[in-house]
């Protein structure tokens, strides 16, 4: 993941000091299988720089956007790059303090804590990811106000006090395009530094397309950012709804291209169904058929 930064024209300094970080702070064997291994890099200079240098500086880290600008990408590689153990956090409306902190369970005859995600990241100075966080309700996450702030404690009530590890950090992430979506509590918000998370470049779109593709052809790697580049206009534009904005529909497409599947129904699948209207289905496959010809095939696609 270093190598991968300086390629990116990361700073070296940050680079030196995120190695330091890892030196300094050691995995216990315990938990080193939690340190995630990204199927994607994100991809952006800034923002790569503005993430490192707030979790070098201690703060917890809230990646706002819309769809597909890779906030939970962004957020496993920081855990990867930094070689923390990582928990993976959900949150919903039926989210309260005991999924979060832990719930009494009975063991060997007793009652004790049955540890939840945020206890567990805090003991062992992990990387927390609090995933969609204001799909939660405000009252449900107060209880990481303690957490998340200079006093950086969870107390468990009819338990212990417990004390974050110095390495450990929490990545939330919001959209506020999401069915069930909330305002987010300000006195929650105030406890992290905020990333405005932008949508992917072109360029950086071809860059992970050819690392998941190596193959494609050069010609089809350029339809294919474009393709998404012009979905997204147009729901911008409030033409269709972000439904078929879906970066994850267009690579599962490509793999199935991969695998012997049409192009155009392969995207039908990952994209264009992803709408339920068919009026707007219709714009979507007029989207689809101003890029790509009917009929292509794998060989026409991929250099094999």
């Given at each position: 993941?270093?190598?991968?930064?300086?390629?990116?024209?990361?700073?070296?300094?940050?680079?030196?000091?995120?190695?330091?970080?890892?030196?300094?702070y050691?995995?216990?064997?315990?938990?080193?299988?939690?340190?995630?291994?990204?199927?994607?890099?994100?991809?952006?200079?800034?923002?790569?720089?503005?993430?490192?240098?707030?979790?070098?500086?201690?703060?917890?880290?809230?990646?706002?956007?819309?769809?597909?600008?890779?906030?939970?990408?962004?957020a496993?590689?920081?855990?990867?790059?930094?070689?923390?153990?990582?928990?993976?956090?959900?949150?919903h409306?039926?989210?309260?303090?005991s999924?979060?902190?832990?719930?009494?369970?009975?063991?060997?005859?007793?009652?004790?804590?049955?540890?939840g995600?945020?206890y567990?990241?805090?003991?062992?100075?992990?990387?927390?990811?609090?995933?969609?966080?204001?799909?939660?309700?405000?009252?449900?996450?107060?209880?990481?106000?303690?957490?998340?702030?200079?006093?950086?404690?969870?107390?468990?009530?009819?338990?212990?006090?417990?004390?974050?590890?110095d390495?450990g950090?929490?990545?939330?992430?919001?959209?506020?395009?999401?069915?069930?979506?909330?305002?987010?509590?300000?006195?929650?918000?105030?406890r992290?530094?905020?990333?405005?998370?932008?949508?992917?470049?072109?360029?950086?779109?071809?860059?992970?397309?050819?690392?998941?593709?190596?193959?494609?052809?050069?010609?089809?790697?350029?339809?294919?950012?474009?393709?998404f580049?012009?979905?997204?206009?147009k729901?911008?534009?409030?033409?269709?709804?972000?439904?078929?904005?879906?970066?994850r529909?267009?690579?599962?497409?490509?793999?199935?291209?991969?695998?012997?599947?049409?192009?155009?129904?392969?995207?039908?699948?990952?994209?264009?169904?992803?709408?339920?209207?068919?009026?707007?289905?219709?714009?979507?496959?007029?989207?689809?058929?101003?890029?790509?010809?009917?009929?292509?095939?794998?060989?026409e696609i991929?250099?094999?």
């Amino acid at each position: 993941m270093l190598d991968f930064l300086r390629k990116e024209g990361i700073s070296e300094r940050l680079i030196t000091e995120i190695d330091k970080f890892r030196k300094f702070y050691k995995v216990d064997t315990k938990m080193e299988y939690r340190i995630p291994s990204p199927k994607y890099n994100y991809y952006g200079n800034d923002v790569w720089e503005e993430a490192i240098t707030s979790i070098l500086c201690g703060e917890n880290l809230l990646l706002v956007g819309s769809k597909a600008t890779g906030k939970n990408v962004l957020a496993e590689n920081l855990a990867a790059v930094f070689a923390r153990p990582s928990w993976d956090i959900s949150f919903h409306v039926n989210t309260d303090s005991s999924s979060l902190i832990g719930t009494d369970t009975f063991e060997n005859g007793q009652v004790v804590l049955r540890r939840g995600p945020i206890y567990e990241c805090a003991a062992w100075g992990g990387f927390g990811i609090l995933d969609e966080i204001n799909m939660a309700k405000n009252d449900s996450v107060a209880v990481l106000h303690a957490t998340l702030d200079y006093r950086r404690i969870i107390d468990v009530p009819g338990y212990d006090k417990i004390k974050v590890d110095d390495a450990g950090r929490f990545i939330a992430t919001m959209n506020y395009g999401y069915a069930g979506t909330r305002e987010l509590n300000e006195a929650l918000a105030s406890r992290f530094m905020v990333i405005n998370m932008p949508n992917i470049s072109t360029k950086n779109l071809k860059k992970m397309l050819y690392k998941e593709y190596p193959n494609l052809k050069e010609e089809y790697l350029e339809q294919f950012a474009g393709l998404f580049k012009d979905l997204r206009l147009k729901s911008e534009n409030s033409e269709i709804s972000t439904k078929s904005v879906d970066l994850r529909g267009l690579i599962s497409a490509i793999n199935l291209m991969a695998k012997g599947l049409e192009a155009n129904k392969a995207l039908q699948m990952g994209i264009t169904n992803k709408s339920f209207d068919d009026f707007e289905r219709k714009l979507v496959e007029d989207v689809i058929r101003l890029r790509l010809p009917d009929k292509l095939e794998r060989e026409e696609i991929f250099n094999y």
